[in-house]
């Protein structure tokens, strides 16, 4: 018989539903910034299926950020994909390739970025990369309970308060925090109570099969990402996972009322061009590929992340790594309201910030999913469609726009929708990369942002540091300073030209590595400049002139 007996389980400051990359990567940020967070998962384990298998350069330096970045280089599906690039096409994966993927808008997984970003590609199975993002965060002291589904919530002055079950005994429990992450994925139970729309357009229907056949005469030299099979029993995608014996199909699927079951077996034959072969078939699951776009990513203390807030098709790689990002924008925002430097407006910037970026790159991987035939049809390519953005300016050059950065004031740059045409330093960009020395190591100068605000300044910047520590122990902000070409060696001489001040001006760089704000030179009076910067920024609203610090949260917006 199932328990009816209801309990108050904990209270927490965060609660997160959901165990996928966006929830354990929300986790970990929080985590790391000392906020106290339950994470809940419906499942009795992590998912060993696997699925994404790319995270991409933005993603991989927020990893680093994270202290992550080797032990995910380090799993064993990212040491043997590490030589692995390109997308081809061909009947089968026994017959010669029709075409390759070779478009100006698709940067190559192998290709140098190091002027750039201090972080390349990494071709990772998704349920490795969750393991290490579960293994940190319970070392980070998260609590992470298994088999517990959230049924409903309410919202109130002084946080949430969450119905759970425990989905082996049926025993329901309260849970309450002062937020609540929705990372509960595509069917959101989170986002389904708030009535929050999630619309889109539907591309397709596939199936993902998890198989074993040894495959490498099949497969000889080459290491390519993905092989697109063109024959009429099987049109879908190869793709090693060790480039020997462990492969996922995704075929297209029927998923018509009373079509019949795929043969799993004749569609990996199919595929393969080997007729007489027995797979060892893991798993095979049905997904659909989609573009959905949650018409708000927050409500109240409720915020989405993940597939609770967009969902694309995998085309190029973006889909887990847009959820990633998502979780770090919003971890510094709750830390710093939750810490009490900053006020609770701040997190309305989260869906300001964040949607905009997430409605643009699901229009990006739809984009490239419906590119695809034209690569790999009958007929000869046509012209590339002309909205394709450029992958390193996808991962690299957007730029937000609320009340959390400056007024974009400085002019216009050429762009495409949210990306910049070069990331130059501008406030709402990504901080740019530099070369750095600092005590006779190199680092990257996103090594410096992490755990508060930082004031990069030129050479001659003292005055601008002297401002930076009597504002932070005014303020009460976990603020720090760095003067770029004095005790940071610039080791290529780029600060002033990727960041567009001089030797006596300043950047401020938000948590998330954002810039915030940059002053080009030293004003009269940096300490007021400063001072009052950070109070308009650090409020949620941009016409504001000051706010008090040093309290904690207020009630329920």
Known sequence: MQSTTRSTLRNTDVLIAGGGLAGLSTA????????????IERQPELSGHPRARGVHPRAMELMRAAGLEEEIRSTPS????????????????????VTTLDEKYVMDVRADITGLSPSSWCLVHQGELEDVLRNRAERLGVALRFHTELLSFAQDEEGVVASVRDTTTGAPTTLRARYLVAADGVHSTAREHLGIPFEGEVLGHYLNVHFRADL?????????????????TARGALMPLDNACDWLLHAVHDETPGAAEPDLPALIRAATGVPGLEPEILSASPWESATKLASRFSDGRVFLVGDAAHVMPPSGGFGSSTGIQDAHNLAWKLAAVLDGWAAPGLLDTYDEERRPIAAATVEQAALRSKDRPRLTGPEPAGPVHPDLVEDTLVWLAWRYRSSAVSSWDEGVLPAYGVWAAENDGRPGSRAPHLRLRRGGAEISSLDLFGNGPVLLTGPDGRVWQEAARAVAAELGLPLTAHAVGAELED????????????????????????????CGDAPVFPRNTLRSVLRRLLTGDATAHGTQHGTTEGGAK
Not at 86 to 94: E, F, I, P, R
């Open 28 to 39: 970990v940020f929080l985590a790391q910034l000392g906020v106290d967070c339950l994470l």
């Open 491 to 518: 080791l290529d001489d780029r600060f002033p030209l990727l960041y567009g001040v001089t030797a006596q001006g300043a950047v401020l760089v938000r948590p998330d590595g954002v810039v915030a704000w940059r």
């Open 78 to 97: 990212a040491r043997l994909l590490a030589g692995n690039s390109g997308v081809t096409a061909a009947s089968s994966l026994s017959s010669p390739e």
């Open 216 to 232: 490498t005469q099949q497969l000889g030299d080459r290491r390519f990402l993905m092989c697109y099979t063109l024959n009429e």
